[in-house]
C-alpha cells in the first residue's frame, strides 16, 4: 500500500509540475495546483505511514501553497480590465 501511494503522489507531482511549467493556460494551471494538491495529501499519508517527519511537514506547507494556487487561478475572479 505504501508503494502505491509513494508512487501515485510521484507520478502526479511530475505530471502537475510540467503543466505548471509549461503555462498552457490559465484553466490548466489552476488544475495543475488542484492536482499538486491531491500529491500533497498522498505524500503526507505516506509521510505519516513512514514516520518521516521532514516530509510530513513539507507538504503540510506545500498543501497551503498548493491551495493558495487552486485559489488564485480557479476560485478568484479576475480584475476589471485584465
Do not use: C
Not at 502505491?4 to 507520478?11: D, G, H, K, P
Not at 497551503?64 to 475572479?77: D, P, S, T, W
Amino acid at each position: 500500500m505504501n508503494a502505491l501511494i509513494q508512487w501515485t503522489a510521484t507520478l502526479l507531482t511530475i505530471v502537475a509540475a510540467s503543466t505548471i511549467a509549461a503555462h498552457i493556460s490559465q484553466k490548466a494551471t489552476g488544475i495543475a495546483f488542484v492536482i499538486f494538491t491531491i500529491s500533497s495529501l498522498l505524500w503526507i499519508a505516506f509521510a505519516a505511514m513512514e514516520n518521516d517527519h521532514g516530509l510530513l511537514v513539507t507538504n503540510l506547507a506545500l498543501t497551503g501553497i498548493n491551495l493558495l494556487g487552486v485559489y488564485r487561478y480557479l476560485i478568484r475572479e479576475k480584475p476589471a480590465g485584465s
